[in-house]
């Protein structure tokens, strides 16, 4: 038996997207059917939409997304129906070498549901980042619905699916940040900013924002930054320095993803210090870095992947500290709009008017 819903579709490269009719399947071993409540529009479902992750068109976008559990298909013991839900792209297998030795955060033998969704013709559906949560139902792995208290609202509980675990876990799980260390974020979109909340939640004592656009600057104030830096009207990494005492910040997070941007952490660093890249680059991109100032610096060059987060440690920690009033994440989200709306949101996302737009259902 399957399920008809309404989802929305990226049908070819570049192309606006659709809401069409999707055919979901009755959840298999080891699935779940989830029915989506909110979700996030992401810059990674852009980037499938425009062909950047690959050309298995078409997609079902949509990954950011939080909802309740309908049914469970044999086997599934981690999730009932009716739990509530963070979707995560990460499920660990708990049997590759980096999770048998203590490192589940490197995991990349992840599960997604071995069953297709489908246009109405039958025709398959990609699912972005094996999820596709633009959609009122969906069909995940099990392991893939991390389960949180049902007191947190859907749209902010989705948003750890993705863009601001990335940005909260690097300043927290990769880099981690100490009580008391200096903290410099350079790009304050939505996991720029996640960053800067991170090192704030931390302790950081001094937290230093950089970018272009004095609208996010002025939304890294209100997320936890000490200082703000234009990078087009001032160098940053004399910057950094000077609000450093000279020395360079203990801790630098990368949240563009381009090698001039790289540079100015590497640079911006205290000696021993620590640059965390969670910006994502494309496959072109080099990086020419004299070997000596790499040798001479010290300290240590890191990337983040997801945060470097678990799931079902990480979600439910912050999700608490939410409703104790201690995590504004409600501050990440610029509007609400339904599933007809995400092409425009897209459009909103590329002209910097909006940390995060949620689809809620």
């Known amino acids: 038996m399957t399920t008809q ?213 002025e939304w890294a104030r209100g997320f936890g930054a000490t200082h703000v830096i234009n990078s087009r009207e001032a160098d940053p990494v004399d910057g950094i320095r000077d609000l450093t005492g000279g020395h360079g910040a203990d801790v630098v997070i990368e949240a563009i993803g381009r090698p001039e941007t790289y540079m100015q952490a590497f640079y911006a660093r205290d000696l021993a210090g620590t640059v965390v890249l969670v910006g994502v680059p494309t496959p072109e991109m080099r990086l020419d870095l004299p070997l000596l100032d790499f040798f001479g610096r010290g300290g240590a060059l890191k990337s983040s992947w997801y945060g470097d987060c678990l799931p079902e440690r990480d979600f439910p920690r912050l999700t608490d500290l939410y409703l104790q009033g201690r995590l504004p994440l409600e501050k990440f989200v610029s509007e609400t709009i339904v599933l007809d709306a995400v092409e425009e949101a897209f459009a909103k996302m590329q002209r910097g008017e909006v940390l995060r737009s949620v689809v809620k259902l």
């Open 5 to 217: 819903v309404r989802g929305v579709v990226a049908r070819g490269k570049g192309a606006p997207v659709e809401v069409t009719t999707v055919l979901v399947p009755d959840p298999g071993p080891g699935e779940a059917l989830v029915r989506v409540q909110a979700c996030g529009v992401c810059h990674t479902d852009l980037h499938y939409r425009d062909g950047g992750i690959g050309d298995d068109f078409p997609y079902l976008l949509g990954h950011e997304a939080a909802g309740l559990v309908e049914v469970v298909g044999d086997d599934v013991t981690s999730v009932a129906p009716g739990d509530f839900v963070i979707l995560n792209w990460r499920a660990v297998c708990g049997q590759c070498r980096a999770c048998q030795r203590g490192r589940p955060w490197y995991c990349f033998n992840t599960h997604n549901a071995t069953q297709q969704m489908t246009l109405a013709d039958g025709t398959p559906l990609s699912p972005a980042l094996g999820i596709g949560a633009f959609v009122e139902k969906t069909l995940v792995a099990a392991g893939q619905c991390t389960k949180v208290n049902p007191a947190t609202p859907p749209e902010v509980a989705g948003l750890l699916g993705c863009g601001v675990m990335a940005g909260l876990g690097a300043a927290i799980n990769t880099a981690p940040v100490s009580l008391g260390d200096s903290v410099a974020v350079i790009g304050c979109g939505g996991v720029g900013n996640a960053a800067v909340l991170g090192a704030r939640l931390a302790g950081a004592r001094t937290i230093i924002a950089v970018d272009i656009d004095p609208r996010k600057l």
